[in-house]
């Protein structure tokens, strides 16, 4: 299911983005710094009692030239637009602001829940003054101080209590649901015109579970597939269009939705941080992963071209060392018969069980080829392997010392599980636990 997605909003200069960075600092929070992976620091996901969601710093958002007010209202609008809860926050010491006003009245027209929190509240004297933020209409003002972390929780549980209600997915399990995502202009909406147009069948358009979405069925050699819909198929308006940043916040309930990713890439243009950034986000997800190469029809190739651009994309995407390559063009629909074998490899992959049993074979033998290395003279001991989950497949490696599994280690692991039953397209997990 899709995570809720809570936005922080308010004016400059409030405390947005140190609120932010307390949750993410915090063990609040669920982040991970992966080799080769270049986080955008307006997003994050974050947990609070046991509730997982993600979350939107609005501060992190550039308007580029836009003027003071104009500012505001750009990013309360990204909130409205993306957020099942928003966080509003205002400034305890300076008291309600008419920019403050104007946040609420946007945020107040949006009808979604609004949790209001009161910064720069350091000590318990200063509680009396925020009886004031009533008058912005949103309930309870929360008392709370991003410098000093205090007060956050009883924010966090407002936030929490307002989550929407959970929402079934209609879609039976033999159904791969699939995502574009890229950065603005790379393609996506031109190769599902293309997929759709070439031997499909469209069945129906259903209403996503996300807000002014669109899921579209269609058959393929007789079997289904649901494409979801991501930035390029919504809605544009002149804010989305001003910045590339809008392509991520506008892509993650895509990829937390789908079963497989398709990371879309401008074979004219190459490869930018975006990209890397955009892609980083599915690969955290443990989604599986297919890179496109769009628009392959538009530059000029020789025998060595395909060799270059891989190992380009190879050195940039090093998080998606699994994830297979596709070339081809949407525009002249070149190659577009190779891309949906690709996904099915990738989502079978990302569905795939090994038996215990020759996990363990597979596992011992490497063990035993490679032994780890001694830490301090003690020596990692691994009894045996299960797997405990799929989509992605998660590994729990049974050892005496957990904190002997060296991250080299684990990557040797995982490569002699790649080369024993494949895995491309899809990340593997591997836990390392104490045997009881």
Do not use: C
């Not at 819909?229 to 910045?243: F, I, L, N, P, S």
């Amino acid at each position: 299911m899709p995570k809720p997605v809570v936005a922080i909003v308010g004016r400059p200069n409030v405390g947005k983005s140190t609120i932010f960075n307390r949750i993410v600092g915090e063990r609040i929070s669920i982040v991970e710094d992966i080799p080769g992976v270049t986080r955008d620091r307006i997003y994050s996901s974050a947990e609070w009692l046991s509730k997982e969601f993600n979350i939107i710093d609005t501060g992190g958002i550039e308007i580029g030239d836009a003027p003071f007010l104009a500012q505001i209202r750009h990013q309360a609008e990204i909130a409205i637009d993306e957020a099942d809860v928003i966080v509003f926050i205002a400034n305890g010491l300076e008291g309600v602001t008419s920019a403050d006003e104007e946040v609420a009245k946007i945020l107040y027209r949006s009808e979604k829940p609004v949790v209001l929190g009161i910064n720069k509240v350091d000590n318990p004297e200063m509680r009396d003054q925020i009886y004031d933020f009533y008058a912005l209409g949103f309930g309870e003002p929360y008392p709370i101080s991003g410098s000093h972390g205090l007060g956050l929780g009883d924010l966090l549980d407002a936030v929490i209590a307002n989550f929407p209600a959970n929402q079934s997915e209609e879609y039976d399990d033999e159904i791969i649901k699939f995502s574009l995502i890229g950065r603005p202009n790379v393609g996506k909406s031109s190769l599902v015109n293309a997929l759709l147009g070439e031997e499909r069948v469209i069945v129906s358009d259903i209403a996503g579970t996300t807000r002014d979405a669109i899921d579209t069925m269609y058959k393929y050699d007789g079997r289904e597939y649901v494409i979801i819909d991501t930035a390029g198929m919504r809605k544009k308006g002149k804010v989305y269009e001003t910045t590339e940043k809008y392509s991520v916040l506008r892509a993650l309930r895509a990829i937390e939705r789908s079963d497989v990713v398709l990371v879309v890439l401008n074979a004219e243009e190459g490869i930018i941080e975006q990209d890397k950034k955009i892609a980083g986000y599915a690969h955290e997800a443990g989604k599986a992963v297919v890179i496109v190469v769009n628009k392959w029809d538009a530059i000029e190739k020789d025998e060595k071209t395909m060799k270059e651009f891989e190992e380009k994309i190879k050195a940039h995407f090093l998080f998606l060392n699994y994830a297979p390559i596709v070339y081809l063009s949407a525009l002249t629909k070149k190659r577009t018969h190779t891309l949906i074998p690709m996904i099915d490899l990738a989502s079978e992959n990302h569905a795939m069980r090994v038996p215990t049993n020759v996990l363990n074979d597979v596992i011992m033998d490497a063990v035993a080829m490679n032994p780890a290395p001694a830490d301090k003279g003690v020596r990692l001991k691994i009894y045996y392997v299960t797997q405990v989950a799929v989509k992605p497949p998660t590994f729990v490696v049974f050892v005496n010392e957990p904190e002997l599994m060296h991250f080299s280690y684990e990557r040797f692991l995982e490569n002699r599980l790649r080369e024993a039953f494949g895995f491309e397209g899809t990340p593997i997990k591997l836990i390392a636990r104490a045997r009881k």
